[in-house]
Nanobody, 125 residues
Framework: QVQLAESGGGLVQAGGSLRLSCAAS????????MAWFRRAPGKEREFVAA????????YYADSMKGRLTISRDNAKNTVYLQMDSLKPEDTAIYYC??????????????????WGQGTQVTVSS
């Protein structure tokens, strides 16, 4: 079964940090593009960051640039999203997504056909 499983969300104070994990299973993702999206209350799903597994080249949303680091661990088949200097407006459900590598940068949610169930991030004032 091909599956993405997010973890690492939780409650954090403003200015704090979290590291989200996306564990991929069922196949090798070396030929895939990985991404993080988020959905805040009352808003549509928003692009956060993308990562081409093979090349290791990240792409970040302007709204969070300078506060994000996306990386991979080949041995664990896992993609990480390090988030620093978190703000209350970062509160959202964060989703991991994947697609076979193609268009770059892959920032449209319509390009992705494999999704995790999300992990809640709550940033308090």
């Amino acid at each position: 079964q091909v599956q993405l499983a997010e973890s690492g969300g939780g409650l954090v104070q403003a200015g704090g940090s979290l590291r989200l994990s996306c564990a991929a299973s069922g196949r090798s993702f070396s030929e895939y593009d990985m991404a993080w999206f988020r959905r805040a209350p009352g808003k549509e799903r928003e692009f956060v960051a993308a990562f081409r597994w093979r090349a290791g080249v990240p792409y970040y949303a302007d709204s969070m640039k300078g506060r994000l680091t996306i990386s991979r661990d080949n041995a664990k088949n896992t993609v990480y999203l390090q988030m620093d200097s978190l703000k209350p407006e970062d509160t959202a459900i964060y989703y991991c997504a994947a697609k076979f590598m193609s268009n770059w940068p892959p920032r449209s949610s319509y390009e992705y056909d494999l999704w995790g169930q999300g992990t809640q991030v709550t940033v308090s004032s």
